[in-house]
């Protein structure tokens, strides 16, 4: 579990729960039902910390969902003010972050494929500067810590000390049965060069498929990992980005009872 004298967002809401975290809700904001049915879902659970959703996606190949961008915004303001759940979505421009802040996004995350690029993250650093809102970082796409040390390392030079760290694995060419290896030494070292820095795990991205969400989640917690992020859907099968991923807020309910949890002291 993270350490550190600096209380930060991450930090207090673990020093309060005691368990690790747990960001949860779709991988897109599709409709303002399916945002709100989710965060209402998720919120009965009593076990979410944060709603994740994506507003702009950055999809592989063009012409598919590249999300609904700033018309999802006020829905997602309806989760924080109505249902009462802080909330977290990507971004990966200084528009997208003007955008975010205006409509009072809790906590913002840097994704996999704007962390492999030094001037992207250069400019969010520079206009996430001052905000002092939190902000996550998942790996880069490709199994290079240094990219992913560097991008937290232009957030904190910029005075961002709010910082979590999202880990969704690796893009590989070897088969494999995950979308991204896990290659959970990377991790590792990223932690021992940023101890401070909560360390959340994303189960979704590194599977790729729901029937590995348990296992993997499990081998995060066993790890002591300070979080999870876990893609949530209505209806996952017809869900408009990562449908072969996501799960039921029901089917969470089930995962997190099946969990085992260590003991954790801070
Ligand atoms: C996501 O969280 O939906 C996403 C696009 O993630 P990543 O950047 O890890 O691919
Ligand atoms: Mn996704």
């Known amino acids: 579990m993270a350490t550190s004298s600096a209380t930060t967002f991450f930090t207090r809401l673990l020093a309060n729960k005691g368990l690790p975290l747990l960001i949860a809700g779709p991988c897109s904001a599709e409709t303002e039902d399916q945002v709100l049915t989710t965060a209402r879902a998720l919120k009965a659970m009593g076990q979410v910390d944060l709603f994740r959703s994506g507003v702009w996606k950055p999809r592989t190949k063009p012409g598919g969902f590249e999300g609904m961008g700033p018309t999802a915004l006020p829905w997602l303001q309806r989760v924080r003010e109505e249902v009462g759940l802080p909330v977290t979505i990507e971004v990966a421009t200084p528009r997208h972050v003007e955008d975010a802040l205006r409509h009072g996004i809790d906590v913002l995350w840097i994704g996999a494929r704007t962390t492999v690029n030094p001037f992207a993250v250069q400019e969010l650093a520079d206009a996430l500067a001052g ?60 932690k021992a060069r940023f101890p401070q820095v909560p360390l959340v795990c994303d189960p979704s991205h590194i599977s790729g498929r729901r029937d590995l969400i348990l296992p993997v989640s499990q081998k ?21 980005s990562d449908a072969a991923q996501q799960v039921t807020p029901a089917r969470l309910a089930e995962i997190l009872m099946e969990l085992k949890y260590r003991y954790r002291s801070s």
């Open 131 to 190: 905000t002092g809102v939190p902000v996550m970082v998942k790996n880069p796409v490709n199994p290079d810590v240094a990219l992913w040390a560097g991008a937290l390392e232009r957030l904190e030079r910029v005075g961002i000390t709010d910082l979590a760290a999202i880990h969704r694995g690796f893009s590989t060419f070897a088969p494999s049965r995950y979308r991204n290896s896990p290659t959970w030494q990377l991790a590792f070292e990223l």
């Open 220 to 240: 995060a917690l066993d790890l002591d990992y300070d979080g999870l992020m876990i893609e949530t859907h209505p209806d996952p099968d017809h869900a408009l």
